[in-house]
């Protein structure tokens, strides 16, 4: 019950797909431009959670989404510096924007600006990162190196090889989803989320809310899903395997040479946690996220057998009420009410409404030992 009412809210929070569709269609338009327009051998493809398929709506009206797009040159880092690397890629982004423009195209992008790492297209709704890269000849054939512009040196990473990693932890779970859908009508692959992919939604999700007025601190996705992947072990529920992955992903944080350190499993020489050595707030801020995470999830586990309406209260404390409430509406839909049970506004089996109260425990089950 608990995985089907956690996994129903965060299914909430998958982007929808007019916007996931026009999101790529940009991409493509921009890609394609770039890999035409640069020179020879401009090789593009994207990153982050639109790759890994756990991209979590934001928490406000006003947020965006966000979209990684990696622009690989064929050019060796002792023949460019950081900064032509990223003016060359810049130059061609203005240029596409001014095409747009001067061709009266409604879509073209709303902005140009550039970040820390990247150059940035601003659209209703969503955003797009353009990231300049060089390929890491130590690292081939798929690790890239980055620019950054507080930072002299070159940055390493592998997004295609991470995705890589992060698609064979994700395959633990893949043969019980298939089999879960053999009997339904084919479904594009990224309208199926793995049970790895919905639980790093839900551990994204609270980590967004509890960091709303606080975003400097917030952990970032890329470390809080690959301490998640690796901890994940196949689980098939989704609660057992968010209370599994929560009691083992710590310790997956290790101490090198005095610097706490999470490397990405696709480029060992990148550190996911460097920020916290330089910013020992941020490890804190994390072990209070860590902490309050854990305790939500000890709680729901206590309070399945309590009945529906404490589970939602537990829920709606803890995460936001709009797709909680959803997901329970949908929830009492699909399980009907029993003789007796009459469903609640918002779809709860509940107490509230008008019949007698049902018994605790007894049509709902006993949730699996989480930890066992």
């Known amino acids: 019950m608990l995985s089907m009412l956690l996994g129903g809210a965060v299914e909430v929070l998958d982007i929808a797909p007019h916007l996931r569709d026009t999101a790529i269609q940009r991409y493509e338009e921009v890609g394609n431009w770039l ?16 790759l890994l398929g756990t991209v979590v709506r934001p928490n406000t009206e006003t947020g965006e989404y966000d979209i990684d797009l990696v622009c690989r040159l064929p050019v060796h880092r002792d023949s460019t510096t950081k900064e032509e690397l990223k003016q060359r890629v810049g130059n ?21 600006q550039a970040r820390r790492r990247c150059w940035t297209l601003g659209y209703p709704d969503f955003h797009l990162d353009v990231l300049p890269a060089i390929p890491d000849e130590e690292h081939p054939p798929t690790g890239i190196l980055l620019t950054d512009k507080k930072l002299r040196a070159w940055q390493h990473s592998n997004p295609l090889g991470y995705a890589d990693w992060f698609r064979t932890r994700s395959e633990l779970s893949r043969a019980l989803l298939e089999k879960r859908y053999a009997n339904v009508a084919k479904v594009p692959d990224h309208h199926i989320r793995s049970t790895l992919q919905r639980l790093v ?48 992903m710590s310790h997956f944080i290790e101490k090198r040479d005095g610097q706490w350190w ?19 707030e941020r490890r804190r801020a994390f072990l209070s996220w860590f902490n309050e995470i854990n305790t939500i999830m000890d709680n729901l586990a206590l309070s399945e057998s309590k009945g529906l309406d404490v589970v939602y209260s537990q829920l709606v404390k803890s995460f936001a ?12 839909a ?24 049902r018994k605790s425990n007894t049509f709902y089950g006993q949730h699996p030992n989480a930890r066992g």
């Not at 709303?212 to 529920?237: F, H, Q, V």
């Not at 990405?264 to 330089?278: G, I, L, R, S, V």
Request: proline share 7%; aromatic share 10%; with cysteine.
């Open 35 to 50: 890999a035409e327009n640069g020179s020879p051998g401009w090789q593009i493809h994207s990153q982050g959670s639109f």
């Open 92 to 112: 061609q982004l203005a240029t596409y924007r001014r095409w747009k423009q001067r061709q009266g195209h409604t879509d073209g992008p709303e902005s140009l």
């Open 201 to 248: 939604q839900i551990i994204k999700w609270h980590c967004m809310l509890f960091f709303a007025e606080d975003m400097d601190n917030r952990p970032p996705s890329i470390l809080l899903t690959t301490l998640a992947s690796r901890a994940y072990r196949g689980e098939d529920d989704l609660f057992t395997a968010v209370r599994n992955v929560l009691a083992a």
């Open 262 to 280: 999470v490397p990405n499993p696709a480029h060992e020489e990148e550190n996911f946690t460097d920020k916290w050595n330089e910013y020992p």
């Open 321 to 332: 009420e709009g797709p909680v409430t959803r997901s329970f509406a949908s929830y009492g």
């Open 334 to 357: 699909r399980v009907k009410a029993p003789v007796g049970q009459r469903m609640g506004a918002t779809g709860l089996l509940s107490a509230t409404a008008v019949g007698p109260r």
